[in-house]
């Protein structure tokens, strides 16, 4: 049920919005299973030589449900004082909130937050504060990614791929993908755990386009989520994102025709980026 929580899949997790199609989950591990810290093993942790983004960034999207101004999202990047393991962590936080007249029958407040590994863009805290129509609840998440486990807030414990995501710290890490040499039809996959289960995120590369929007035009490079069709999206011809064709690689645009209706989100202000913006 949480995974369908449209608003924030499209305006906070641009790469993510096709994620709640997956069907693979994960194996669960029962707390009598007798097995302590002093044996479990301990795996290496990854280190990524990345420069998409840094501390200080910021993205302003507007969120479209149709031809209504339905909201606006904001993600922001911050350097913490916090280490694991002596590794620097930074945080993300995510916010969708609805604007104007969406807020009469569809109020929305939504709170992300990653607290994730600044040298191999995996996390080690996610929360997640969701308020739409009315439906509320929360989630708080914590990675063992030495252990390759997650730690609910029910104090259930699974067992996950090494360097999992949550949905927002995979929108940092989706960047961090050189696809320098990216050809049409390639898909990416991206290993998320989302509602205490595994949700592989595919991304399809569609080649380069020019595209205008009200901040002006720039140079992007197209994906398709790779989406089951016939559930919120009705194929992957419904779903584009729109990601710049520079060293930041952050997204300008995502249109999804939805089962009802359509979502448009496009990037309304961004400041604190590393590299100049493939702006024409």
């Not at 790469?15 to 007798?34: E, N, V, Y």
Request: glycine share 8%; with cysteine; hydrophobic share 35%.
């Amino acid at each position: 049920m949480a995974r369908k929580s449209t608003f924030v899949l499209a305006g906070l997790s641009l790469f993510t919005l096709g994620f709640a199609q997956s069907d693979t989950s994960a194996d669960r591990i029962s707390g009598s299973t007798g097995t302590t810290a002093a044996n479990k093993q301990v795996y290496p942790l990854r280190t990524l030589k990345h420069d998409a983004f840094k501390p200080g960034e910021k993205l302003t999207y507007v969120v479209h449900y149709g031809i209504i101004n339905a909201g606006e999202a904001v993600i922001e990047l911050s350097e913490t004082k916090q280490e694991v393991l002596g590794r620097k962590v930074w945080k993300a936080v995510g916010t969708g909130r609805s604007l104007g007249a969406f807020n009469a029958f569809y109020k929305v407040d939504d709170y992300l937050e990653t607290n994730f590994d600044s040298q191999g863009v995996f996390p080690w805290v996610f929360s997640r504060r969701v308020s739409e129509g009315g439906y509320e609840f929360s989630q708080n998440y914590t990675y063992k990614q030495h252990r390759r486990e997650v730690t609910t807030q029910r104090d259930s414990t699974y067992q996950v791929p090494p360097s999992v995501q949550d949905m927002l710290s995979a929108f940092y890490y989706a960047r961090t993908i050189d696809f320098s040499t990216a050809k049409k039809g390639d898909v990416y996959t991206i290993d998320t755990f989302l509602d205490d289960e595994i949700w592989p995120l595919r991304m399809r590369y569609m080649g380069k386009e020019t595209i205008k929007i009200r901040q002006g035009k720039f140079r992007c490079m197209k994906f398709q989520p790779v989406v089951q069709e016939g559930r919120i999206f009705k194929g992957n011809d419904d779903l584009n994102v729109w990601i710049t064709d520079d060293g930041n690689r952050i997204p300008v645009l995502a249109q999804a025709k939805v089962l009802v209706g359509s979502i448009k989100m496009e990037l309304s202000a961004y400041e604190g980026l590393v590299h100049p913006i493939a702006k024409e």
